[in-house]
């Protein structure tokens, strides 16, 4: 293992998106920087450029520029176009002869994967370790490599103040960026349907543009349905005032069309929110129908109004999604996952580039 040569740790670099000082999404990548560097590993990362060309230039550089400053890298794997972003990032990686670990996100990589399965092998199989974040992607794509780690996305529980909703209001969140894949204007329709059952049911959403129409749409449709002033729109707010913005409601509501293991979901059950989802992606094995969450179809308004109500109508419902919530968000916490991410980039570091199938140690992969 080669370290950094101040504490002995490895030196990484990782690859991702790192724009929400530019307003983007706050990805995994831009947690997980912050807590290496605090756990003594030297850390650099890319890219915070805010344009997709830019970006990846400043990706392919800095792998290259930096070479000399890191002993191993991290990369983030989307299906679609930041698929090649990948490749490209990786080719450069070898050249270099750093060996990187890939870390696959996002409900669309099956679909893509299945579609180009050779270029999806090679590469997987070039890299030193894969890494999945949920029980979804990694029962869909271990054909493509067998020997995936399961290293779940985290959030630091303490700053998420638990309340227990034993007693829920009829107070819903929407915490998403307005684009169509996770289908804002079902919030709105649902609660369409209950705003005539209970008089003062709000619904609050915040969360970025992403520039798709979805928030325009979203507000016209508030205005077709009369629920102008049940619906609020907060915009996009700073990732610490999340856990804020997330817990204000009583019920939580996860209206995407596919989806993998959203941070936002547990975010909520560490408040104590009652969680209302699609059942789509990784979301079923992320969490239990009936005991952690309601699960409902995609895209049905009357099976998220339905289940909406059983929260504030039937007794006790409430109170054990919350106290079932929390616990389950306890599992995700940094203290347990963090480990795991070390002990990786250790074992990672140092090996040659183009050494695939690190075989991980039983305690990696729990």
């Not at 293992?1 to 000082?21: D, E, H, W």
């Not at 490599?145 to 303490?158: F, G, K, Q, T, W």
């Not at 205005?223 to 999340?242: E, I, M, Y």
């Amino acid at each position: 293992m080669t370290g950094n040569g101040r504490t002995g740790k490895p030196s990484v670099l990782l690859v991702g998106s790192f724009l929400s000082a530019s307003g983007g999404s706050r990805q995994v990548c831009e947690e997980l920087a912050p807590r290496l560097s605090a756990a003594g590993l030297s850390v650099l990362t890319t890219s915070s450029k805010p344009g997709r060309a830019a970006r990846l230039a400043d990706m392919v550089s800095t792998c290259w520029r930096e070479r000399r400053r890191y002993t191993a890298a991290q990369v983030d794997v989307f299906s679609g176009p930041a698929f090649i972003w990948a490749e490209a990032v990786c080719w450069t990686l070898r050249r270099a002869g750093k060996p990187y670990i890939l870390t696959l996100h996002g409900g669309g990589l099956p679909e893509f994967f299945r579609r180009r399965p050779n270029r999806a092998r090679a590469l997987l199989h070039s890299a030193a370790a894969v890494t999945v974040p949920s029980g979804f992607l990694l029962e869909k794509l271990r054909s493509y490599r067998p020997d995936m780690l399961l290293i779940p996305n985290a959030l630091e529980v303490s700053r998420y103040a638990f309340r227990p909703r034993s007693n829920p209001r009829p107070e819903l969140t929407w915490l998403r960026a307005f684009h169509p894949v996770y289908n804002p204007m079902l919030a709105v329709q649902a609660a369409a349907r209950l705003a005539g059952e209970f008089a003062g049911l709000k619904l609050t959403m915040t969360g970025p543009d992403k520039g798709e129409g979805a928030l325009e749409e979203t507000r016209a449709l508030c205005d077709s349905l009369g629920l102008n002033g049940r619906v609020t729109f907060r915009g996009p707010v700073p990732k610490d005032q999340v856990p804020e913005a997330i817990g204000a409601g009583d019920i939580y509501l996860n209206t995407t069309n596919a989806d993998n293991t959203p941070v936002t979901v547990l975010e909520a059950m560490a408040t104590g929110a009652c969680v209302v989802t699609t059942r789509v992606g990784g979301i079923p094995y992320l969490v239990e129908d009936g005991a952690e969450a309601l699960l409902v179809p995609p895209g049905d308004p009357a099976a998220m109004a339905a289940a909406i109500r059983r929260i504030l109508t039937e007794p006790g419902l409430a109170a054990r999604l919350s106290d079932a919530g929390r616990k389950k968000a306890e599992l995700f916490d940094w203290n347990t996952v963090l480990p795991r991410w070390i002990s990786l980039f250790e074992s990672v570091s140092g090996r040659e580039c183009g050494q695939p199938g690190y075989q991980a140690r039983r305690d990696l992969s729990q």
